[in-house]
């Protein structure tokens, strides 16, 4: 059976936030640095497995981490003065 995760953040929350909340629903480990989130709209937001960090390179505005597999997408509806993220 497909479990649902869910978490509420502030309507106006930042990435930062949103990040957080993400990581505590998912018990990600604090110290892990190979997972990344892109955040598509302020409503949706996708969680990666990365692998190696970017050694560097022509570009420094590229990626520290290079994306290699997607793990879950949350994405919010507002309610009032909340946004409730579900990973449906």
């Known amino acids: 059976m497909y479990s649902t995760k869910t978490f509420e953040?502030?309507?106006?929350a930042e990435t930062k936030e949103v990040w957080?909340?993400?990581?505590?629903?998912?018990?990600?480990?604090?110290n892990e640095g190979k997972?990344?989130?892109k955040r598509l709209s302020p409503n949706?937001?996708?969680?990666?497995?990365s692998e190696?960090?970017?050694?560097?390179?022509?570009n420094p505005f590229e990626k520290s981490?290079?994306?290699t597999g997607f793990i879950t997408e949350f994405k919010a509806t507002v309610i009032g003065?909340?946004?409730?993220?579900?990973n449906k």
Do not use: A
Request: proline share 2%; hydrophobic share 35%.
């Open 81 to 86: 003065n909340k946004k409730v993220w579900s």
């Open 20 to 30: 957080k909340r993400v990581k505590k629903c998912l018990d990600l480990d604090e």
């Open 52 to 58: 190696v960090p970017w050694q560097g390179g022509q």
């Open 35 to 37: 997972i990344e989130m």
């Open 9 to 12: 953040t502030d309507c106006f």
């Open 44 to 49: 949706h937001v996708q969680i990666f497995k």
């Open 65 to 67: 981490y290079f994306e």
